[in-house]
């Protein structure tokens, strides 16, 4: 029998909340923050969009695993998502692309910078801000499940080191080193080069990394479900004290920094206590959190212009009482169309149970 964590469940609802406050409170006041060095101390729980890869590799297993037809349920996990996902980008097409091609004219050079634009939008930033983490999604799993089909699980743990350590090298804790051999000019290729940097951390440091620890989490269940605790944690502690000293003391910050070697062992202490939370009450609202999870991750961006647009506020010269009501009216906005969701489920499937597919 397929076990329930109620844990994961909350974690999407935590996760999902979290990345709205950051993008309305979070991320702005920590640009202004005077010290910006202190970023480096935090750093090391970035463990949020790690953990959401781990997740998604560990339930994506459970049902490849579980599937009649692995093949095709792991193209009906791409499709799906990536129905969605297609769905943003037109709309992103729609408001920057097509305007600036009537704009400024179908001249190749115009063409090949809309290409561009366009490209690094579906491929490496996402048609919206929250959206980027997609991309690697999309590529990780199934290439993990090849990989795992395969019993090729060495070479993609050694495939998964690689690229977590290049990740290191371009964008992490480990720049330092890179800038030191290659000076400033790391790249020098101009956008493209911070392109190949984006594409590097955010496919292999945070996707195909993580997404192949939680199959493999998912793969011996048992075994890590026993894991002892202890040296993971002293692990944990010892390398973010460590790694955070050196960071202070070697490096200014920037945002050029978005990665580090100890969020691996706390992103696993974050998963760990996901897999040993217990509640009975989440199961019974799983539907409704699940639901409301997704519709305030996916949807929280378009309530937040739309509130902009109907305030005539800024969102870079708001007041705290502004914060407050902004983060009220969108989170109601969300619930309200969780409610008219599940509302529109029960009708069309009265018989059954609308439950949404866990990412």
């Excluded at 996760?15 to 991320?27: A, K, M, Y």
């Excluded at 495939?159 to 080193?177: C, I, K, T």
């Excluded at 959190?289 to 109907?310: D, E, P």
Aim: proline share 4%.
């Amino acid at each position: 029998m397929r076990r329930y964590y109620p844990g994961i469940t909350l974690f999407k609802l935590a996760g999902c909340l979290l990345v709205l406050f950051s993008h309305v409170l979070l991320i702005r006041y920590a640009d202004a923050a005077a010290n910006q060095q202190l970023r480096f101390v935090a750093l090391p729980f970035s463990v949020i969009v790690p953990c959401f890869y781990m997740v998604a590799g560990f339930l994506a297993y459970k049902g490849w695993l579980k599937a009649a037809s692995p093949i095709r349920y792991v193209s009906r996990y791409v499709v799906r998502i990536g129905l969605l996902y297609a769905a943003f980008c037109a709309m992103f097409a729609a408001e920057h692309i097509l305007p600036a091609l009537m704009g400024g004219g179908l001249s190749t050079a115009n063409l090949i910078l809309q290409a561009k634009i366009m490209l690094a939008a579906v491929f490496l930033n996402g048609p919206s801000v929250q959206l980027w983490f997609i991309p690697p999604l999309l590529f990780s799993v199934p290439a993990a499940c090849w990989l795992m089909e395969r019993r090729r699980i060495r070479l993609a743990i050694l495939l998964a080191s690689a690229g977590f350590a290049a990740a290191l090298l371009a964008a992490g804790s480990l720049r330092p080193l890179l800038l030191a051999i290659a000076g400033e000019q790391v790249w020098p290729y101009g956008s493209l080069g911070a392109y190949g940097e984006l594409l590097i951390y955010r496919y292999f440091g945070f996707g195909f990394f993580f997404v192949l620890a939680g199959m493999l989490a998912a793969k011996y269940e048992e075994t890590f479900y026993r894991m002892r605790l202890l040296p993971l944690l002293a692990a944990a502690i010892v390398l973010t004290a460590a790694e955070s000293m050196l960071l202070l003391g070697l490096a200014d910050y920037s945002h050029e920094y978005r990665l580090t070697l100890s969020v691996i062992p706390n992103t696993l202490l974050l998963f760990y206590g996901l897999l040993h939370a217990k509640s009975r009450s989440v199961q019974a609202w799983h539907p409704w959190i699940n639901l409301f999870s997704i519709v305030t991750f996916v949807g929280h961006i378009l309530f937040m212009r739309l509130n902009l647009l109907v305030t005539g506020w800024d969102l870079g010269h708001m007041n705290g009482l502004q914060d407050a009501i902004f983060v009220l009216l969108a989170l109601a906005e969300c619930l309200t169309v969780t409610v008219l969701l599940r509302g529109l489920g029960r009708i069309r499937q009265p018989s059954r149970s609308s439950t949404a597919e866990q990412l």
